[in-house]
């Protein structure tokens, strides 16, 4: 269970403090998918960063099954990103140097698993995506649309129970933006995991089964 309660942020400026989030309460379990609206600057992108463990709130907890990330050493909040935590941003981050395949098994790096099982696993994560004949391409050889399902197989590497989505479809053309959500979400539903997708996409947003508006600081849910 992912449970978020009472967080803020603030950010300080030369004019004084910006309030980017006030007192954002959110629960999440097993097979829950939810998307995330909001217009720019309204702090999307800062809550799923507090929520994954990258951004540290200025107040408030986030727990994932009874951990705070946030309560963690340095070490010890590595590998729970590493191991809870999926994430897919609107730019895919890829390695350019890398092929598909050593890309996706990029999170097995810092606790590996066993060679044999690792590589199974990317494999058929590769071949889930749909990219099995481009295993060994690197990125320039790739789409934006095969770039981000790529991403999507490295979220998925080390079982994560919470994938966090930024804007996964912002870069990618009208098709290429429904071949990844029906991706994500078909994946999603194999995996029974806790999916957050952030959006400026209301289309999109409303393949979900929890929406949710970020405005003027406050999360509110929508019909």
């Not at 320039?140 to 998925?156: D, F, I, N, P, Y």
């Not at 479809?169 to 990844?180: C, Q």
């Amino acid at each position: 269970m992912l449970e978020v309660r009472g967080l803020s942020k603030q950010y300080q400026s030369a004019s004084g403090p910006i309030q980017v989030m006030s007192d954002v309460n959110l629960t999440l379990t097993d097979g829950d998918a939810v998307s995330i609206v909001g217009p720019s600057g309204s702090g999307k992108s800062t809550l799923l960063y507090a929520i994954g463990g990258i951004e540290p709130p200025s107040s408030g907890t986030v727990t994932l099954d009874g951990t705070n990330p946030f309560l963690l050493d340095d070490t010890g909040l590595a590998a729970f990103r590493n191991r809870q935590v999926g994430f897919v941003f609107q730019d895919h981050h890829l390695m350019p140097q890398c092929t598909v395949l050593e890309n996706v098994l990029l999170p097995t790096l810092l606790t590996p698993d066993s060679e044999g099982a690792a590589l199974g696993r990317a494999t058929d994560l590769i071949d889930r995506v749909g990219l099995g004949p481009r295993r060994q391409h690197r990125p320039h050889q790739l789409s934006g649309g095969e770039k981000q399902r790529v991403a999507v197989a490295r979220s998925l590497m080390r079982r994560p129970r919470l994938i966090l989505c930024d804007e996964p479809t912002g870069n990618l053309d009208g098709d290429s933006a429904e071949a990844v959500v029906a991706l994500l979400l078909e994946l999603h539903r194999e995996q029974a995991n806790m999916l957050v997708v952030v959006t400026h996409n209301l289309e999109l947003a409303q393949r979900f089964g929890r929406r949710f508006r970020l405005s003027g600081a406050n999360l509110q849910p929508l019909p």
